[in-house]
């Protein structure tokens, strides 16, 4: 699906490139490209970019607070890039719009440091898989104006910021006294990496003596759970250095049962495994209070963030080099492992931790104030299977948190949280904490009335401005509300007003993952929605613009959701689920009748027009059906048979069909149909595209816009064209490109020139003409 770069090998690397922001000079050593034909810029016109508001929809990893300045906070997440906290309006800001196409891998953020000393330097280390699903390699990003503008190092080996172990952390870390100095800590056998000179280059440190050796599943053929968990954190102890020299002690965490933690005294020059510590679980995380010399480290069996089975939490003694369990529950009496470690900088003593893989009936938070002699638990049972909880929720501001849900006790909704690796307390507010969950980031700003057994403590999203869903695909109808989203993990929603929260995602039934929706488009009431869920029903009907649902009956076979269509005018259905072939139904997926001369797993469409003609494609072959979706033929040929194909009729225009889609180094591109596909014509200019929608035309033309994620002109973009495609113009810009956006486009029938874009991690983006 996305194209490979070149990949350098050398252990120390030199830094030139400059994102987000206006071209940067060479680095010495960088480089040169071989000089290629000019190619003409495409035209451009200035937009104004926004989120659809859903607030959050994904995992948080990862939470930073600089330690010297109040109120500059960062978020990672895995696939959705990096955020800085904006105190005055208590919302997130993106950081990492900037990451191109080619890049795309770089939305996944594998950890995050914020520099004590100059906070205006930030840092992350970025790459989405270790494995050949994404095919660049990780970087570390660095940034003197926080996170405005980033400066790129390529590393010769990949990082992981959506693989197994990424609530592990921070793998990122600067010396709190020389911030020359970084360690990184890799994966997938990499070791632990240092620069000297701010970021701008790494070496391996070859003095360290263990990789790690914990994979998830070593037998996984794939890659992806077997890649050795590496190296997950590195701590540095600040009483072991002053002023602007460099820290001498320093902790690292290593994914290795028998051999967790490792220590430098020297300032990294040598280093050795700490004596009696305890074996058998990984250490998630390693916080430091160096005012009491203690390292806590909070352990689970597992590597996370969804496995973890069981755990405990230890308190080292830096001043006698003692061990003690600390645990919050003895590891016999629990069934999660432990995470989401944090200091109270105010008062040392104070620590929190949770019990991160903790599912069922909720996760659990626990607390300390006297460094872990005792302990006090976010809620407890009185007596099963009713609840005590030492807190209060308030999701109003994000209400779909609820999911809709009424669960029988012990279970709560809204939950308190699933995969909570993230925890962090303000190091200059004790009342104030945050942690990251799986949809959401939750905080408190009066987290000390935990400790008045007459107080609850109040917990509210902290999320506004921090998109993360991956979007599947969009719908715009020309009435009723005017967006429908297909998401990963939330389901997608109907989006009345693109500026405020959903009150809940689509309900009866719920889907995991929506991966197709359409509407009737002389009847844009009717709407079908398919998704991915462990059982039926994985189709949906809904006769009021997707207000209302209710499930469908499911022809033999299907495993998920595949893609659906609609008839123009709502009488019928086309479904080509996983699992089975192409299916059509006439009265709500009530019964089914398997359709003929369509091959299994082909995407399927309706034409805006006449109700009775659907079409399909697969393997470069396009299908057409005119007898409502019993029967179809194949008909044009030589199109893409290799990569992402995706096609969309022209509303109100018969037979009329763009398609777009291919590889690279094969077919790719954006093709014309209006004979109902039984011939395509290629759309001259367009290199590469992926997606194709419509939109209201222009003023003084009759036919829709035009909107594509494409390469023309040699510039990957956002273009629009308001002639039938005989040019573009590119609407998005270098600042505003978000990864990968290639799932699904369309413009707004109401709208001129409004535009809806899915990313794949930042959420559902829209533009309109600036001003």
Do not use: C
Request: no cysteine; proline share 6%; charged share 20%.
């Amino acid at each position: 699906m996305h194209r490979a770069r070149a990949l350098p090998a050398l252990l120390g690397l030199v830094a030139g490139l400059l994102v987000g922001g206006p071209a940067a000079a060479a680095d010495p050593g960088a480089r040169t490209a071989t000089a290629e034909a000019p190619v003409t810029a495409p035209a451009t016109e200035a937009y104004d970019w926004k989120n659809v508001r859903i607030d959050g929809g994904g995992f948080v990893p990862g939470i930073v607070f600089n330690r010297s300045e109040q109120h500059l906070a960062y978020a990672r997440t895995d696939i959705g890039g990096a955020y800085r906290w904006q105190q005055s309006s208590k919302t997130w800001k993106p950081l990492l719009d900037s990451v191109g196409w080619d890049d795309w891998g770089h939305t996944g953020v594998a950890s995050l440091a914020s520099d004590s000393v100059d906070p205006d330097r930030v840092y992350a280390a970025v790459g989405t898989y270790t494995n050949d699903w994404d095919p660049g390699s990780g970087a570390i990003l660095r940034s003197a104006d926080r996170g405005e503008t980033w400066r790129k190092t390529d590393l010769p080996f990949k990082l992981g910021g959506n693989m197994p172990g990424r609530g592990m952390g921070e793998r990122l870390a600067v010396d709190p006294h020389d911030n020359r100095v970084l360690y990184l800590g890799a994966p997938s056998g990499k070791g632990l990496w240092r620069s000297t000179d701010a970021g701008v280059t790494w070496s391996e440190v070859t003095a360290f003596p263990n990789s790690g050796n914990y994979a998830q599943d070593p037998d996984d053929s794939s890659g992806y759970a077997s890649d050795n968990q590496g190296i997950v954190w590195v701590t540095f102890d600040e009483s072991t250095g002053s002023g602007y020299s460099a820290t001498q002690t320093i902790y690292v965490g290593v994914a290795d049962k028998e051999n967790a933690v490792y220590r430098s005294t020297d300032g990294g020059d040598s280093w050795s495994r700490i004596a009696k510590q305890p074996t058998g679980h990984l250490p998630h995380k390693g916080v430091l209070d160096a005012e009491n010399g203690y390292l806590y480290i909070a352990y689970s069996d597992k590597g996370g963030p969804y496995d973890g089975d069981k755990g405990q939490v230890w308190r080292y003694s830096t001043k006698n080099n003692k061990w003690k369990d600390i645990s919050p529950v003895a590891e016999a009496d629990t069934s999660y492992g432990y995470s989401g470690l944090t200091v109270d900088r105010q008062n040392p003593g104070t620590v929190m931790v949770t019990g991160y893989s903790s599912w069922w009936p909720d996760t659990q938070l626990f607390r300390t104030t006297d460094s872990g002699e005792n302990w006090t638990s976010a809620w407890e049972f009185a007596p099963y299977p009713e609840r005590a909880n030492r807190y209060t929720m308030d999701v109003s501001s994000v209400p779909w948190l609820s999911w809709g849900s009424n669960p029988a006790p012990p279970e709560q909704t809204p939950k308190l949280g699933w995969m909570t690796e993230a925890l962090e307390i303000d190091p200059f507010d004790s009342d104030r904490m945050m942690y990251g969950t799986g949809a959401t980031i939750y905080g408190t700003e009066n987290l000390t009335n935990w400790d008045d057994g007459n107080g609850k403590f109040t917990i509210k999203p902290m999320i506004e401005g921090l998109e993360e869903t991956a979007v599947n695909d969009l719908a715009a109808p020309p009435s009723g509300a005017p967006l429908l989203s297909a998401l990963g993990d939330i389901g997608g929603f109907r989006h009345t007003d693109l500026t405020k929260v959903p009150s809940l995602m689509y309900t009866s039934p719920n889907f995991d993952t929506t991966t197709s929706l359409d509407y009737a488009e002389s009847r844009p009431d009717t709407v079908v929605r398919v998704g991915n869920g462990a059982s039926a029903p994985r189709i949906a009907f809904s006769t009021d613009n997707a207000a209302n649902w209710w499930g469908g009956q499911e022809p033999s076979g299907v495993t998920g959701g595949g893609t659906v269509a609609a008839a123009a005018d709502g009488s019928r259905v086309v479904w080509s689920p996983q699992g089975t072939g192409v299916h059509t139904t006439s009265d709500f997926g009530s019964s089914w009748t398997a359709s003929s001369g369509i091959p299994d797993g082909a995407t399927v469409e309706a034409d805006r027009a006449d109700p009775r003609t659907f079409y399909g494609f697969a393997a470069g072959t396009f299908y057409v059906s005119t007898d409502g979706g019993a029967t179809f033929t194949a008909k044009a040929t030589g199109l893409p048979a290799e990569g992402d194909v995706r096609f969309q009729a022209v509303p109100g225009e018969q037979g009329d069909i763009w398609l777009a889609g291919g590889k690279p180094e094969g077919t790719y591109g954006l093709w014309h149909s209006t004979d109902g596909g039984t011939s395509f014509t290629r759309v001259p200019g367009v290199e590469e595209a992926d997606t194709i929608g419509f939109g209201k035309a222009a003023p003084g033309a009759s036919y829709q816009t035009l909107y594509t994620s494409a390469k023309i002109g040699g510039v990957r973009g956002i273009f629009r064209s308001t002639d039938e495609g005989a040019s573009w113009v590119r609407i998005n810009d270098d600042a505003h490109q978000w990864g990968w956006t290639g799932a699904a486009i369309t413009g707004d029938p109401r709208v001129y020139g409004r535009v809806y874009v899915s990313t794949n991690g930042r959420g559902i983006v829209y533009g309109d003409t600036a001003g």
